[in-house]
């Protein structure tokens, strides 16, 4: 890639909690690919950052939060930081545990503006190789069903939403549809957001020529009750805030099994 053409192109933005082994390795990854690429670091953890490798051709701007202010105020504070400081065109949201060995992002642009899609990401892929989702549905009670190959190794065209663990979305597209919602903190932010846009004619969909390794989980795993919570309390503001009356009459049943489900979860993760 043409480092010098391309920074005006995009800003990676990372916010981390407690991943410091996996932070230090995407940087490391990302100074490989763009050698001079600007980051915004969003440290949702209340020890600052510290000894970030100071050899590093990076353009790096690192907002400590001192507390864990959850994903989607992390992102829009990054993205804040990043058109202030930076005026990118695009906005690439990183997880702190992903991984790549190749330029992903610029067949991600190039396939953005041959579509017209205003976000897209890579293939995310586990670190066996196997494919993780190409997006995802959302089902009408309430679940998420993520979308993958299928039998005859084809990609399904339509998906409802992207996850955010490797994200390439126009800036200016991010602030018209006004960010992720904060009241999610962390789990299904990527999901609003993507109804929100599709429910205003936004086209989007994966990129699926390049991939990055995504390990999961590396930081949610030591929160299960939380998360549990979250998604618990997040699945009912989804749905207050994009299921009509009509959609939750048709589907009340399913709608209360699914939350059921949730709770049940939550009770499982205190024990």
């Known amino acids: 890639m043409n480092t010098k053409s391309s920074r005006t192109k995009f800003a990676f933005i990372i916010p981390t909690l407690s991943n410091r082994d996996g932070l230090v390795a995407v940087l490391g990854d990302i100074q490989r690919e763009y050698s001079n690429a600007h980051v915004i670091i969003v440290n949702n953890d209340t020890t600052p950052i510290i000894n970030i490798d100071a050899s590093s051709s990076l353009q790096i701007i690192t907002l400590?939060?001192?507390?864990?202010?959850?994903?989607?105020?992390?992102?829009?504070?990054?993205?804040?930081?990043?058109?202030?400081?930076?005026?990118?065109?695009?906005?690439?949201?990183?997880?702190?545990?992903?991984?790549?060995?190749?330029d992903w992002v610029e067949e991600c642009l190039k396939t953005m503006e041959h579509k017209k899609w205003f976000a897209t990401t890579p293939l995310l892929k586990k670190p066996d190789g196997s494919l993780e989702n190409i997006g995802y549905k959302v089902l009408p009670q309430g679940k998420i069903k993520l979308a993958l190959h299928d039998s005859r190794s084809t990609i399904h065209e339509s998906v409802d939403g992207l996850t955010a663990a490797a994200l390439v979305i126009k800036t200016d597209d991010f602030f018209s549809l006004k960010g992720f919602d904060e009241r999610f903190f962390a789990?299904?932010?990527?999901?609003?957001?993507?109804?929100?846009?599709?429910?205003?004619?936004?086209?989007?969909?994966?990129?699926?020529?390049?991939?990055?390794?995504?390990h999961g989980q590396v930081t949610s795993s030591s929160m299960k009750t939380r998360k549990a919570w979250l998604d618990t309390k997040n699945w009912y503001l989804l749905l207050s805030k994009h299921w009509t009356r009509e959609m939750l009459a048709n589907h009340f049943g399913s709608i209360v099994a699914e939350r059921l489900r949730n709770i049940s979860g939550l009770i499982k993760s205190l024990i």
């Open 64 to 102: 400590d939060q001192n507390r864990n202010t959850g994903f989607a105020k992390a992102c829009n504070d990054g993205a804040k930081a990043a058109r202030e400081h930076f005026g990118p065109e695009h906005l690439i949201f990183l997880n702190d545990d992903i991984r790549f060995t190749s």
């Open 187 to 214: 789990y299904l932010e990527d999901v609003d957001l993507f109804m929100t846009a599709k429910e205003k004619g936004k086209k989007f969909g994966t990129t699926t020529n390049v991939f990055v390794v995504h």
